[in-house]
């Protein structure tokens, strides 16, 4: 079967239906009905943007370089000769850093031997978490639009996804659905705030009903953390540091948001020592260890002084509004992430009710590419979501101001 124009070639093709080898993948509905590979959303966009030559407001990867200092030292470290496996549980540099980090900003202690364990990427942390802790047939609630790992590695440990919608008109949860959605079932709770792709930044009592749910229901928090510095107005609050979290909740973040280095992964988790050991024992099955050189770069990121964590945030927060004001001249309606790398547009407006469709048009409509929110729902679910575009803002100026005068376009191609 040919691929269709624009998208990323699948593997098999008239191939029989693949054996048993397949069947984990298939079972957790990674696969096509044919037993094809899908390609994330992530890869099939930023594929669909080279191959057109659109400017891609799809994955969400910074355009510009982070701290000189923090690549310096990546570099330095390849002078260096450190070059080989690092420790299991990562450089004692970096997590003698990120426990720093976690006092200087958030007044949380962490033992950085017992408590700290450093991942290929969140995305790592994110799998090693589930994979430790779920058994088949648990339930993980989540909110949803969620990150498209969870439900992916939530469905691979043989587990059941909960969602609980955020509101369409505003990206909260309501406060009752989510107390509902957590039973005696319930494994884990994961939580993403700043949350992707909407923004939403979790407020206190929801935190707070979140932890008490979880110790009612005696699951786990794992709190995803990647956006932890990239807040607008209000500081960040891990919702480990509440009272009666900390037993239970697994942290997770990644230098690759902070220091605007998504292609090193660098990531870690945060978790008490007999958890944190249970999800070692799956993580040096998965990569062992990764990322040698950019380990001590990161920790120098972490040390760097206060002005840099806030101009990385209020230069992101500059951004968001250059593209959200740009949406809106160009006849979108748009969200008000309070943090992130992502805004949400509908395109109703513009008479385009169906956000897969669009985005698969945009590129010949506009020369820009985007992610459609359905992307990040289940199936079932699309329908509240079916107009809402998200647009990545982490792009230079002038590459956002080119985006905005190519969306202009729309306008007049569809008469409104
Ligand atoms: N969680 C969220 C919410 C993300 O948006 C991302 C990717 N940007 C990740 C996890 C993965 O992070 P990493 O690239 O460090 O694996
Ligand atoms: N987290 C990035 C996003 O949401 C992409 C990561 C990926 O490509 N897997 O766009």
């Known amino acids: 079967m040919p691929a269709r124009p624009g998208t990323v070639a699948t593997v098999s093709t008239d191939a029989p239906v693949p054996g048993p080898w397949s069947r984990a993948a298939r079972g957790a509905g990674l696969l ?53 496996y690092p420790p299991g549980l990562g450089m004692p540099v970096l997590r003698n850093a990120i426990a720093r ?3 200087r900003f958030y007044d949380q202690l962490v033992d950085p031997d017992r408590e700290v364990l450093v991942t290929a990427g969140a995305t790592e942390a994110i799998a090693a978490s589930l994979l430790a802790l779920l058994e088949p047939g648990d339930e993980v609630v989540m909110l949803e639009p969620y990150y498209d790992s969870y439900a992916a590695l939530t469905a691979l440990a043989g587990a059941r996804a909960v969602t609980v919608p955020l509101d369409p008109r505003g990206f909260t949860p309501d406060l009752d659905q989510l107390a509902a959605a957590v ?32 110790n009612r229901h005696d699951a786990y928090i794992i709190s995803d953390e990647v956006y932890e510095h990239l807040l607008f107005a209000q500081p960040h609050v891990p919702i480990a540091t509440l009272p009666g979290a900390a037993e239970r909740t697994i942290t997770i973040s990644s230098g690759g948001k902070t220091f605007s280095a998504t292609g090193w992964k660098i990531g870690w988790l945060l978790a008490p020592p007999a958890i944190r050991d249970a999800i070692l024992a799956v993580k040096q099955f998965l990569t062992f260890v990764n990322g040698a050189p950019f380990q001590p770069a990161i920790a120098i990121g972490l040390d760097l002084p206060d002005a840099y964590f806030a101009d990385v945030a209020a230069s992101l927060a500059r951004r968001c509004g250059l593209l959200s004001a740009g949406l809106q001249s160009a006849g979108f309606s748009v969200s008000a992430p ?25 590129p010949d409509l506009a020369g820009v590419v985007a992610i459609p929110l359905t992307a990040f729902v289940q199936p079932e679910r699309v ?11 982490c792009k230079r100026d002038e590459v956002l101001d080119d985006a905005v005068s190519r969306l202009t376009r729309l306008r007049s191609a569809s008469g409104r």
């Open 183 to 214: 039973t005696d079932r319930t494994r884990v709770i994961l939580l993403n705030s700043p949350h992707n792709p909407t923004g939403t930044v979790l407020d206190r009592t929801t935190l707070e009903l979140i932890v008490e749910l979880a």
């Open 338 to 362: 309070a943090g992130g790398y992502f805004i949400v547009a509908d395109a109703a407006p513009l008479g385009y009710d169906d956000a897969v469709a669009f985005c698969r048009a945009l």
């Open 32 to 84: 096509g009905d044919d037993g094809s590979l899908r390609p994330s959303i992530f890869a099939e966009m930023s594929a669909l943007a080279a191959a057109t030559g659109s400017i891609n407001l799809g994955q969400g990867f910074p355009d510009y370089d982070g701290p000189p200092e923090v690549l310096e030292a990546a570099r330095q470290a390849i002078a260096d000769g450190i070059n080989q």
């Open 383 to 393: 329908g509240a979501y079916r107009s809402l575009v998200r647009f990545a803002f």
């Open 101 to 103: 980090h976690q006092q």
